[in-house]
């Protein structure tokens, strides 16, 4: 049990005390960290999580089982336990899409009847290791593999500010350079996570557990948008 729970403080006397802290060890910041220990954070993830809940329930509502079914699977130990990783996840989710694709791995989760609970642990593991860029290369890739027409595309055009590949020809300026070792990461980030797959002969493909991701998030095999 934590120290603060063993002396008896709630948790929002125990923040309040740190922030009473901090505020007097850097005098200058402290009353900022203040203000974001004491109400900006735990406001926003309030905040999120309530939009992510409502995102999980309109994708519950569809679910074809009875509320005894639905209510014994969601209360079982392996759904609770992905629910809590989820949850934990949907609160510190600045996006509303990143909520979305929680939301809709948990419902897959309940979908089935007999839940495949490492499967779907992973699956969300897997998102809170790939960035919101990295999604959009990954979706990128995958339609060029099914056919569309590379840079000339809808998704492209509509995430050119992410996929444009920045200029790194000799003589640009250092900022060019940086651009582009990020780019370059994302992409080895999807590689090491084994969603993505470099091709000596044209661009990376996506693996089969690539494609498992996307349609774990993306609730289908594939997306134009």
Do not use: C, W
């Amino acid at each position: 049990m934590h120290e603060n729970y063993k002396l008896g403080i709630a948790p929002s006397d125990f923040i309040a005390m740190l922030a009473k802290g901090v505020s007097g060890a850097v005098p200058v910041i402290g009353p900022f960290v203040a203000e974001v220990l004491g109400a900006v954070i735990p406001n926003q993830r309030a905040d999120r999580f309530v939009k992510f809940l409502v995102a999980f329930e309109e994708r519950v509502k569809k679910i074809e089982v009875d509320s005894g079914e639905l209510k014994a699977r969601f209360m079982s130990p392996e759904f609770i336990d992905i629910f809590e990783e989820g949850a934990t996840q949907a609160a510190k989710a600045f996006l509303a899409e990143r909520r979305e694709y929680i939301a809709q791995i948990l419902t897959n989760g309940l979908r089935e009847s007999e839940l495949n609970h490492l499967k779907t642990k992973k699956l969300l593991q897997l998102l809170s290791q790939v960035s919101d860029p990295e999604i959009i290369f990954l979706q990128f890739y995958f339609l060029v593999q099914e056919g569309a027409p590379g840079e000339d595309n809808e998704f492209y055009q509509k995430h050119q500010g992410v996929m444009e590949l920045a200029d790194n020809s000799l003589g640009m300026p250092i900022e060019n350079y940086q651009d582009y070792e990020i780019q370059k990461a994302y992409l080895y980030n999807l590689t090491h996570l084994k969603l993505l797959k470099n091709d000596s002969s044209g661009p990376p493909s996506v693996t089969y557990l690539g494609r498992l991701f996307l349609k774990s998030i993306l609730g289908t095999a594939t997306t134009s948008t």
